[in-house]
């Protein structure tokens, strides 16, 4: 146990249900924790479990670029998978546990970018749903409700004066 996570019972939660293979979106303002709760989570998770990362941040404007390295973080050969749902069914066919994480995955909605996200990522998401051992995490400032994503939102919950929260 890591005792040095910024909110250690919140941190644990979302591991457990993420290990339990629930899509979620983790919501918060600017500001507030949201690269560091992944960064806190990512350090807990099992070994077993496989970490696919991409942050919208810096591939906003290269979806093959995206793709291609989320291939390589899945030890997939890319060549194969012209979308997140080739990946997605290549995911499915192992055993192993995987998360993916789609770090500020609200700049899709509110920045310019690659057209080919919203045709080759976005449709394809509501697949890891279907799949025990895939989970989903999308982080984002704000819940949409007009935005079709397969997760449920959990909001970063504001830091307690012990820091445990």
């Not at 976005?122 to 997760?151: K, R």
């Amino acid at each position: 146990m890591n005792n040095a996570l910024m909110r250690p019972a919140f941190t644990r939660e979302l591991a457990e249900r993420l290990i339990r293979g629930e899509s979620l979106n983790l919501t918060a303002p600017h500001g507030l924790g949201r690269r560091q709760t992944v960064q806190d989570l990512r350090s807990i998770l099992p070994p077993e479990m496989r970490v696919l990362y991409a942050d919208m941040k810096f591939s906003l404007h290269d979806f093959p670029a995206t793709l291609r390295e989320l291939c390589a973080q899945a030890g997939v050969y890319d060549a194969e998978v012209p979308n997140v749902g080739k990946l997605i069914m290549a995911l499915a066919k192992k055993s192993q546990p995987t998360l993916l994480i789609l770090h500020n995955l609200d700049l899709l909605r509110d920045s310019p970018h690659d057209p080919l996200f919203d045709t080759e990522l976005l449709p394809h998401l509501v697949a890891f749903a279907g799949h025990a051992h895939l989970s989903l995490l999308t982080v984002s400032e704000d819940i949409y409700p007009d935005w079709a994503l397969p997760c449920k939102h959990i909001a970063i919950p504001l830091l307690e004066k012990n820091g445990d929260t």
